[in-house]
């Protein structure tokens, strides 16, 4: 079956700092990749998201790939800031069986 | 984005208890919800997809019997856990369908511990 692998956190860092966040992924077919982040008290938000091979999602500063060849999805930010302090999802929809499929979320705390 | 709540967003009961979860769409309607499960430190596991007017469809390994989905109006469905046990002590989290792209919107969850 489908199944997402994301680094184990918690991930802590400081300011300003250079983030990655590793995900790969193993799914039948051609999925839709996704990192959803939730901050404290909210639920899940969409936070970027690419449908196909070599595109690029990003939003807010974050980046991802979508690399076939690896079967990864990377998020990075270049410069991270206090407020990005929240858990990351990483997740693929199958259009196979039309299901959302999670890896097990990393929590990232940024120090001032 | 489409706004969907959850309540209660804590909740503690006895062994034996019931207890009924309600997910809302706020500003939009939802033919479709989902119901998930997440445990301490795992990914979120889709527990059954609710559809308006008609029953739930239940993911494999989840008791029906045990996890009461109604969606009886196109903003809200209710998750009952039946005579809850210690183990059923997770966090749940509901999604629906909004929007041309069929994107998720999640739920804050509700954390439910069973004594």
């Known amino acids: 079956g489908d199944s997402v692998t994301q680094m184990e956190g918690p991930v802590t860092l400081s300011e300003e700092a250079f983030l990655t966040i590793n995900c790969t992924y193993t799914a039948t077919g051609y999925p839709s990749l996704f990192w959803y982040v939730q901050y404290p008290g909210e639920g899940l938000q969409l936070l970027l998201k690419?449908?196909?091979?070599?595109d690029k999602g990003s939003n807010k500063g974050f980046e991802a790939t979508y690399r076939k060849e690896t079967t990864s999805f990377h998020l990075e930010k270049g410069s991270v800031q206090v407020s990005d302090s929240a858990v990351y999802f990483c997740?693929?929809?199958?259009?196979?069986?039309?299901?959302?499929?999670f890896g097990t979320g990393t929590r990232l705390t940024i120090i001032p | 984005g489409a706004v969907v709540s959850q309540h209660p967003s804590r909740v503690i009961c006895k062994s034996g208890t019931s207890v009924k979860i309600e997910c809302r769409s706020l500003?939009?309607?939802?033919?479709?919800m989902f119901w998930y499960r997440q445990f301490p430190k795992k990914s979120l596991m889709l527990m059954a997809t609710s559809n308006e007017g008609s029953k739930a469809t239940y993911e494999q390994g989840v008791e029906k019997d045990k996890f009461l989905i109604n969606h009886a109006s196109l903003t809200l469905s209710t998750l009952t856990v039946t005579s809850a046990h210690p183990e059923d002590s997770s966090f749940y989290i509901c999604?629906?369908?909004?929007?041309?792209?069929?994107?998720?919107?999640f739920g804050p969850g509700t954390r439910l511990t069973v004594l």
């Open positions: 999604s629906a369908i909004a929007g041309a792209n069929n994107e998720q919107f």
């Open positions: 690419a449908t196909k091979a070599d």
């Open positions: 997740a693929l929809f199958n259009f196979g069986n039309e299901k959302l499929t």
């Open positions: 500003d939009f309607q939802a033919t479709t």
